[in-house]
């Protein structure tokens, strides 16, 4: 989902979804689908706000504050897959497309993963292998989580006295390759590119793992960039070493 900089994790979200639901469930900003359709935001602020009106909604419930590239506080609208394909009704077909192909891509990302075929259990070399394999792969996620405890213990140790952090940063507190940490950051869903810089996905940002500074580059740009908070990076210090202990065995 788009990235929209969190002023608070209490009271500006949107209303109509618990706190819980609006960090672990799937719904789309205003700002995302004026980009995705190529429409300006306030148009697309102004289709939610008259759909709202013709379902008496209060569209209230769906807004959420977040800080744009000057540092002001500005107003999105969160919704829901049922509220997006309302409001795309009166959209075209193109601008439909776009759209529908962002949810498809978000559910994907929350789609449960199909379990593997179970071994047959009733002939006995079959068996045998099954159980060789899975105490194999016990032992080396025992190393590998025995080798993972002191970097982990480190990292914690470090972030309590230090703000917040950059991807290379952490990636080179985690002893991370850079470009293999960019791909588990993407392969995860925890961040992604947008206009050239690194943005967190909304969730992490509710959860407190991220914070969006807004800055200036020296030609007068304006940009948002997602930092890790030390809460992120004890966080994704966890993750990391999971990812590699897969990736090990």
Known sequence: MHAQPQLDNTGKVATRFSNFENVSRTTMSS????????????????????????????????????LDSMNREQTEYLLDKELTETLLTGYSAKMRR??????????????????????????????????????????????????????????????????????????????????????????KKIMYRMGGEWQAYQPHIDAGRFEVKAGTTDSGHAYNQSKFTPKGVNWVAGLWAQYQLREAV
């Open 31 to 66: 700002r995302e689908i004026a980009e995705l359709t190529g429409k300006r935001h306030p148009d697309v602020k102004r289709d939610i706000q008259a759909m709202a009106s013709e379902l008496e909604e209060d569209v209230s419930d769906f807004a959420h504050i977040y």
């Open 98 to 187: 776009a759209v529908v192909r962002r949810w498809t891509e978000l559910e994907e990302q929350i789609r449960p993963r199909v379990l593997a075929t179970l071994p047959d259990f009733s002939n006995p070399a079959a068996a045998a292998r099954a159980w060789a394999e899975q105490f194999e792969l016990q032992q080396a996620s025992n190393q590998a989580l025995i080798e993972a405890a002191p970097k982990i213990a480190f990292v914690e140790k470090y972030v309590e006295s230090t703000g917040l952090k950059g991807f290379r940063q952490v990636a080179k507190l985690l002893k991370a390759n850079e470009a293999r940490f960019r791909e588990f950051l993407l392969d």
